[in-house]
């Protein structure tokens, strides 16, 4: 069973920033991994998708990478704002003829002004 | 594009009672899931329709049923809720690898069972 660890749980930075969020998983027999962003009270919106040939993904200021074999993925974010507040999930696509998502439990991230 | 719609947004129910989670679809996707998120657990997959006409259990599908009603429509039935199953249920829905297989997720329905 594929399971899905995000450390930190909470992360609390200064504005300007620059941060990585981690994420890891267990079972490397993968199809893709997604980083979604969730605010509070609101549903999930996907911000990044790496599929297992890819090794990264960038959109603007955030930078995906996939290291597959080691069963880890990061999510840099450069120049951190007041914005980017918000939980961070990852989540590991896979399933032979029935793909589902696995997710991590989020990390909690906090930009102070 | 509305996307992904769920309604009702807010639900309270008593012990005992039954109720149907309602979610549509309008980017014309195979494949469409119901997820519960409660504190601490993450997100886990109840049941899913991987295209019209079948559905299969996730990793919590007790106390549920699913209707694939057509492609747009997948509900989500309670048919005597419990107390257990206050959680945040999350509607999603995929087109497929041609797409790079993302998933695009409701706004959700908050339950809440006395």
């Known amino acids: 069973k594929q399971e899905v660890t995000q450390i930190p749980a909470a992360l609390s930075v200064p504005e300007g920033e620059n941060l990585v969020l981690n994420c890891s998983f267990t079972d490397s027999a993968i199809y893709n991994l997604q980083w979604f962003r969730q605010d509070p009270g609101k549903g999930l919106t996907s911000l990044l998708l790496i599929q297992s040939s890819q090794r990264e993904q960038t959109s603007g200021r955030l930078n995906a990478s996939l290291d597959k074999s080691s069963g880890r993925s990061t999510l840099y974010i450069a120049a951190s704002q007041p914005g980017d507040s918000a939980t961070y999930l990852c989540a590991v696509g896979s399933g032979a003829g029935s793909y589902q998502l696995t997710f991590g439990k989020g990390t909690k991230l906090s930009v102070i002004p | 594009n509305a996307g992904v719609t769920q309604t009702p947004k807010f639900q309270v129910l008593k012990t005992g009672q039954s109720m149907t989670l309602q979610c549509a679809q309008d980017m014309n996707h195979n494949s469409m899931y119901w997820y519960r998120q409660d504190p601490g657990m993450g997100l886990r997959l109840i049941y899913y329709s991987a295209s019209e006409g079948t559905t299969d259990k996730g990793e919590v599908p007790n106390g549920y049923n699913v209707s694939r009603l057509n492609k747009r429509e997948f509900s989500l039935r309670l048919e005597s809720a419990a107390p257990s199953q206050t959680s945040v249920y999350f509607c999603?829905?995929?087109?497929?690898?041609?797409?790079?297989?993302?998933?695009?997720f409701g706004a959700g329905t908050r339950l809440s069972v006395l």
């Open positions: 999603a829905s995929r087109r497929g690898p041609d797409s790079g297989n993302i998933q695009y």
